[in-house]
């Protein structure tokens, strides 16, 4: 009859609908074991039970890979501390009630006793020692410093496991799995110390319950019972040890199982392999101690033991080599064997690289005090904040090509940026409030230009009394990616990353996704009006109401220019917000109606789309005049460029024409101010009588 037509046992099939009462219920028996007396029959199985737990915890340990394979044994260590106590009282009452515990115990103290109770007190007296000074004692320790590593340990294994996400090394549910994993591991350590407590207290406990049970016995025999003093100290005492040997053992192999899962390292492999395969990975370690060996035989101790461990061992040494090299051998021959390297791996170049020269890895290994790493995570998470993007992992990697002290930034694989910095020495930037010059060398900020000084790290507060900007190294890194992050930000939003912003944004509305993709506009149009947006250093956080705003126009145009321009309309506000000062105003610069009425009447609008016709000629003055007028207003308006503002109708164009060489001077249309902004203007840009004769 198959295996699986065969009908389980009943009380299988019932014990796991009921396995979560087995430990309360069991709790709840040690009390009525503590308050009323059980026979001598029933103590000997609760003895044996003890004596069998043990060993099966003694070889769980051995065998598991890991110590978080058993993170339930602190609990255990408590519930079986409290099992032997419980036991140690219920035995003791037998044996000053009685004279008799049982089989189990008598059996124990005759045969260790064997006939002489000084032999049972010594023997007894050597296991407790054992027990207390060595194993427990070690145990405790060794959970003490290892709750206090790894505790210490941790902040460093979560950075380790940021880096590799930020890397793109694992995935989010892998990092999510590896700090669930560091977490567990910390909690049992902390556990584990914890309950090495209970262990030492237990030992102490059953020294004294087995001084107490002598002591008592020796009073119930001289007293109660009226016997001989000989013959008191043979029957109480002889039990009294055996009590205490039948609770010290278990007890000795629960505290042996504590100190080696603390001791356990991550592992493939149990504890027998694992040893074993390690003790026998040095064929040459063999061969000295077999030599050893036999120089101890040319001295009187016995030859023929030492003679035949001498031969053992070079035996198993010489099996280990001949091992050894057969596996080399494999080795190599699997290797010549590889399959060669997959060249299409190459063909999909990473999204975004940093490389660094060798001068800078410093920068990026938290062994060496590096904080790179973690600058990244928070610039991933800042322009996550600020444009509405996930910008992709941010591979690093070192390059001998570059100086010692350059960087350079990739973006598919091309070069968009490079600086270089200086480790050890700060970046002290003029941002134009510098009111006293500061002894440095010379160099330019290379994210926004501005003049600065490499100066050292002791002239930091002197440089910031002189209202400079003293930054580290890894900051003007940060700093830097942002701004290439900000100016490439379209080019990031693949498509791949538009239809997760897509998904995300159909988890709260799926009904105007569905309205509107694929229906109305395909994902390659919104994916054109988001780079559009983005182009500009919009923020497309606010996805829902730029999908309502261009599926609402969609019927009327599939211009994706003009779409954006109706996003940007209805994202006004946040528009406003991005682009006042500090002191809460839009500071802006305006322009000359001629220059308006120029550019309106140089736009040949058609069904194929919209095309400045104006001149180059006339275009450079234009874009001339525009960068001059900037250049006055930018320190009026708080050290950052204005506002252009101008009418809707020539905003895109007027954008294109300066984003060349005015890359971070925003455009803004008049009715993209919305009430409750001041803006304040710092001047007008006006062209020459040559130039409009153009």
Known sequence: MPIANLAKPRFLSVLPKYQGMLLPVFTMSLILVILIPLPTSMMDLLLLINITLSGVVLMTVMYMNGPLEFSSFP???????????????????????????????????????????????????????????????????????????????????????????????????????????????????????????????????????????????????LVQLDLEFSETLRRFTILTIGDGLVSQIPAFIVSVSAAMIVTRSASKKNLGDELLGQLTSQPVAMAVTAGFLMVLALTPLPKPPL??????????????????????????????????????????????????????????????GGDLLDRITNLRRQIAQELGIVVPPIRIRDDVELQPNQFRVKLKGLEVGKGEVLPGHLLAIDAGAVTEKINGMETTEPAFGLPALWIDEEQRHE?????????????????????????????????????????????????????????VLKPGEVQRVLQALLHERVPIRDL???????????????????LAQYARNSLARTLCHQHKAEDGRIHCITLDPTIEE?????????????????????????????????????????GRPPVILCPPQIRAWLRKMIEVRLASVPVLSYNEIVTGFEVESHGMVVLTDEAEDL
């Open 544 to 562: 829902e109401v730029i999908l309502e705003t261009i599926g609402d126009w969609a019927a009327r145009t599939k211009d994706t220019e003009i």
């Open 463 to 519: 440089a910031e009394h002189r209202n400079y900007t003293a930054v580290e190294p890894s900051s003007v890194i940060s700093t830097y990616l942002t701004e290439v992050i900000r100016r490439h930000a379209d080019e990031l939003l693949t498509r791949v990353e538009m239809n997760r912003l897509l998904d995300h944004l159909r988890e709260r509305a799926a009904k105007l996704v569905e309205e509107v993709v694929p229906d």
């Open 75 to 221: 609990s255990l260590l408590l519930g079986l501390t409290l099992f032997r106590l419980v036991l140690n009282t219920a035995t003791t009452r037998l044996i000053l009630t009685n004279g008799d515990a049982g089989r189990v115990i008598e059996t124990f103290g005759g045969f260790v006793a064997r006939g002489s109770l000084a032999v049972a007190i010594i023997i007894f007296a050597i296991i407790v020692i054992i027990q207390f000074v060595v194993i427990t004692k070690g145990a405790t320790r060794i959970a003490e410093v290892a709750a206090r590593f790894t505790l210490d340990g941790m902040p460093g294994k979560q950075m380790a496991v940021d880096a590799d996400l930020n890397a793109g090394v694992i995935t989010d549910a892998e990092a999510k799995h590896r700090r669930a994993e560091i977490t567990r591991e910390s909690d049992f350590y902390g556990a584990m110390d914890g309950a090495s407590k209970f262990v030492r207290g237990d030992a102490i406990a059953g020294i004294i319950i087995t001084l107490i049970n002598i002591l008592g016995g020796i009073y119930v025999g």
């Open 598 to 638: 120029l550019l309106a009447k140089n736009l040949d609008r058609s069904d194929h789309g919209t095309v400045l016709t104006m001149p180059p000629q006339l275009q450079t003055k234009i874009v001339d005049a525009i960068g001059q007028t900037v250049a006055k207003a930018t320190p009026e308006a708080g």
């Open 307 to 368: 003679v035949m461990l001498a031969a053992s061992c070079a035996g198993i040494g010489y099996v280990l080599t001949k091992r050894t090299d057969a596996v080399q051998r494999e080795a190599i021959a699997a290797k010549q064997k590889a399959t060669p390297e997959r060249v299409e791996k190459f063909l999909a170049p990473d999204p975004m690289e940093l490389e660094v020269g060798y001068g800078l890895i410093q920068l990026v290994d938290r062994k060496q």
